[in-house]
């Protein structure tokens, strides 16, 4: 250990970890390293994650003697041509080896390391970088951190990063910061309601800092200058001074430093003991605030309900001084960005690291097992005080968006939508919810056409509901891409490393594109097609219910045997279709060539849902609308048993989250406790870390697969909470819980995941709108040819019903879309503001125009006498 940790020490890597002693922390972040913890499996652990953004471990070569193929074709994988020409021309020698097949996989790792370390902390990067063995030696853990301001503000203008405008800048310049909106839930008191800013997001451009508080402070000089000269004629050029004033006022940015300066004089005049000059301040202060009140209508009604000029100059005093209005000091200081958070520099280090290592291939490739941001317990424990736990009464708690800003800013925009669309799904469903306990309740004491009745109402309101949740999320969605700076993400994310611009538009990538479609079509018409021969083949059999089937290898079984068979048959070839799709379909995806993750994700969505659709939904349209036909049955069995497969359904969703949930735990527990037994008789320097307890979690795997279940049950809910109206109930108790044990997942079990921006939901709004319409046919569908009384008309009169019926189903929820618009008049407002404020912040500050005096010349000679006050000669 003292020889490796030497040759580390030499190539510059800090010492900070092995020592045990705090280095350099990053920005906002405190040291503690000697507190310690018990991780959710009872260990005791080092709190060693405080300080530190990103931790890559490397793999122990398990064969270390072993020659390494292909060695050059993993470095140009893994290692970008920038760092590979920088490499091969430092150390020809080793690059020569590689080429002769010489080197053995321990040599190789450790190059990569001792390159990397050089890489991460050399000027090009300026990280601080700490490192230490796993207890059980099968790793190495680097600890990466960009503690250094200078180096963020560098990193942060070379790649333009998209950073929040403060609130303070808007009042710098003479605006007011737009504000979302309150929500329903907030102005009903079921959540708390605080006041949130909705500032622009502007690329980052460090020399824009300086001259920002530069020219605020030229604006203040100005107004000081403009002021004293108003004071000094205030009383024998009073005409004169009122109409300076109220150029001044016209001016929004001097305006504000012209407030902020004769409030300051007032301030400083009073307490010197002038009243006169008091008198003066004053009075050229309440001149200001006439003209300003004359076009805001709000503070001309604050003024006009006071009774008194001394209650007047209250209002106007409370109105331009703190903590309402900035203070001299805080005018001339107000910085222009928002503070770059945690989240901000997690993407600054992994945009940087992108620009030399391919941590995914790295990964593809052995070299590292991981590379994830560090859960920090104390975040963690706030997390953990609502949002994740598993408490009853937080899994009771109301299902709102209180939580959203908070899980956003420390796991990213991805993870955050997703629980963002979860919550919002949840709290949309208390309606359907409520609906499906009365219909529920009330078709056992109806008539069968009073139920019929029923029943149709509550199809057309679950298509109502369906739809208005849809186009209602869309709008939410736009408001949080504006709060968040994800508005146009899409076109600003990082691109792949795969991507290649060669290939766009090529005849490769259409065809790789086209055989991937190809390969949906070709998995849904396999499925459908077998699934209708196994039936054909049932419906042949139960038609003989006492012949025989001939079997391979001279085997017989009746033909009531051989029907039950072909259930089991559509089932295995579903299954045996899922699985070749989930394992073939994702290597295509990765040859599509899609320039960024989310193009390559919304594209996979879209395929892999098409598929899941007849995974999932077949059996159950299966006993809707086909089991009768195949097995000669008059209807009423295959309806009851639709309606247990359905909520056995949603007690098998539930059920399998949480065991999920669990079998990570569990994965977990044997790891940790395989190390503490490997361990237990070697004496040890370190102790168990949290990182390491950590490192030895499963990694999150992406919210899709999240997303694919939420969407399948909203698809059984909109279609079959006809049948079944208690569906809707279940499925809102089941996101309840859901809700939080994937939060306690989330911040418990898993690997905190690298950060990802995202632009809403991607191809699952698109989906949510597919089912809408899907579950307008499936409905009226299920209400004339399943359900009695309808049913029992002659097939003329159904096909004719359910064509005009769905057809207007499919309107409804047309219109439904088309009335909510995509943006709400809060996001509107939100969005103009600050396109006119980032005119204003950086456009410079406003001028009266001063142009060169023009002229004005008669263009008809003998006419010059001739203006629209003189009559013409001759004209009666």
């Keep these: 250990m003292g020889l490796e940790r030497e040759a580390l020490l030499e190539d510059g890597c800090s010492d900070a970890l092995i020592d045990d002693t705090p280095g350099e922390n990053p920005i906002g972040d405190s040291p503690s390293r000697t507190r310690t913890h018990r991780t959710l499996l009872g260990t005791e652990v080092i709190d060693d994650a405080d300080g530190w953004h990103y931790v890559m471990v490397f793999a122990r070569a398990s064969k270390p003697d072993d020659i390494v193929r292909n060695a050059a074709d993993i470095l140009q994988d893994c290692l970008t041509p920038r760092m590979l020409a920088s490499w091969t021309q430092d150390e020809p020698s080793f690059f020569d080896k590689l080429q002769e097949g010489q080197v053995v996989w321990a040599d190789f790792l450790d190059a990569i390391w001792k390159r990397t370390i050089d890489q991460l902390s050399g000027r090009s990067c300026g990280f601080r970088l700490g490192y230490q063995p796993s207890l059980d030696g099968s790793s190495t853990l680097l600890y990466i951190s960009l503690s250094s301001q200078e180096t963020v503000d560098q990193l942060a203008d070379r790649i333009g990063m998209k950073i929040r405008v403060t609130p303070m800048s808007y009042t710098v310049k003479g605006m007011t910061c737009p504000e979302v909106a309150p929500t329903l839930e907030q102005r009903l008191g079921l959540i708390a309601s605080k006041t949130k800013h909705a500032p622009a997001h502007i690329k980052y451009e460090s020399h824009r800092k300086a001259s920002f508080t530069a020219s605020a402070a030229h604006r203040v000089t100005t107004a000081k200058d403009e002021i004293e000269q108003i004071a000094a004629d205030w009383h024998s050029r009073g005409m004169w001074c009122k109409a300076h004033v109220r150029r001044l006022m016209r001016l929004e940015d001097v305006s504000a430093a012209a407030l902020v300066v004769i409030v300051d004089r007032i301030i400083a005049v009073e307490q010197s003991g002038d009243q006169h000059a008091a008198g003066v301040y004053r009075e050229i202060f309440t001149e200001m605030n006439v003209c300003l009140e004359s076009h805001h209508v709000d503070w001309e009604h604050e003024v006009e309900v006071c009774t008194s000029d001394a209650e007047k100059m209250r209002v106007r005093w409370q109105r331009w001084t703190p903590p309402r209005y900035p203070s001299m000091q805080e005018y001339v200081s107000a910085p222009l960005y928002d503070e770059i958070t945690h989240l901000d520099i997690l993407r600054l280090i992994k945009r940087r690291i992108a620009q030399f290592l391919n941590v995914s291939l790295l990964e593809k490739h052995g070299i590292i097992t991981g590379f994830f941001p560090p859960h920090h317990s104390a975040d963690v424990q706030k997390l953990c005080a609502e949002w994740a736990s598993l408490h009853p009464k937080n899994l009771l708690q109301w299902p709102g968006n209180q939580h959203d800003d908070m899980v956003r800013d420390y796991f990213g925009e991805e993870v955050a939508f997703f629980f963002d669309w979860l919550s919002y799904m949840t709290r949309m469903l208390i309606f359907p919810a409520v609906l499906s306990l009365l219909s529920g309740a009330s078709l056992e004491y109806l008539r069968e056409d009073q139920q019929c009745r029923l029943r149709n109402a509550f199809s057309v309101l679950m298509v109502a509901w369906v739809a208005h949740l849809t186009a209602s999320y869309d709008q939410v969605t736009t408001t949080r891409n504006i709060i968040w700076g994800m508005t146009g993400y899409s076109d600003r994310a990082m691109v792949r490393s795969q991507y290649e611009p060669a290939l766009r538009g ?371």
């Design 506 to 876: 090529s005849c490769r990538e259409r065809a790789i594109r086209a055989v991937h479609w190809a390969l949906v079509a070709v998995v849904i018409t396999q499925t459908i097609w077998s699934a209708g021969v196994i039936a054909q083949f049932r419906h042949d059999k139960l038609a003989n219910p006492e012949g025989v089937t001939q079997l391979l290898f001279g085997l017989e079984v009746s033909n009531t045997m051989a029907s039950d068979f072909g259930v089991y048959a559509v089932t295995a070839n579903i299954q045996l279709v899922n699985v070749l799709w989930d394992y073939v379909s994702p290597q295509i995806s990765d040859l599509e060539n899609w320039r960024t993750d989310q193009a390559q994700k919304n594209h996979q969505v879209t395929k892999s849902f098409l598929v899941k659709c007849v995974v999932y939904y077949y059996p159950f349209f299966y006993l809707a609308f086909v089991r009768d036909f195949v097995e000669m049955l008059d209807g009423g069995e295959s309806l009851h048993e639709l309606k247990v497969n359905l909520s056995v359904f949603i007690v098998t969703h539930i059920a399998s989250v949480i065991i999920s949930v669990v079998f990570q735990v569990a994965s977990s527990w044997y790891q940790e406790r395989s190390l503490r037994h490997k361990v237990s008789n070697e004496l040890h320097m370190m102790r168990y870390s949290y990182v390491q307890a950590q490192a030895n979690r499963p990694q999150y795997a992406g919210d899709t697969a999240d997303y694919m279940e939420l969407s399948i049950v909203l698809g059984f809910i909109s279609m079959f909470s006809v049948v079944y109206p208690f569906l809707a109930f279940m499925a809102f108790v089941s996101n309840l819980i859901e809700m939080r044990v994937l939060a306690f997942r989330m911040c418990r079990v898993l690997r905190r995941p690298v950060p990802r921006g995202q632009e809403g939901v991607g191809a699952w709004l698109s989906i949510m709108k597919f089912l809408t319409y899907l579950s307008c046919v499936t409905c009226v569908a299920l209400c004339i040819f399943v359900l009695k009384p309808l049913k029992q008309l002659d097939m003329e009169h159904k096909l004719g019903g359910f064509v005009i019926t769905e057809h207007t189903m499919l309107a409804l929820a047309y219109l439904i879309g088309q009335a909510i618009p995509a943006k709400s008049v809060s996001a509107e407002l939100i969005t103009e503001n600050n396109d006119e404020a980032m005119e204003r912040i950086l456009g410079g500050d406003a001028r009266e125009v001063e142009a060169t005096s023009g002229s004005c010349t008669c263009l008809q000679r003998g006419t010059e006498r001739l203006t629209p006050g003189v009559k013409p000669c001759g004209v009666g």
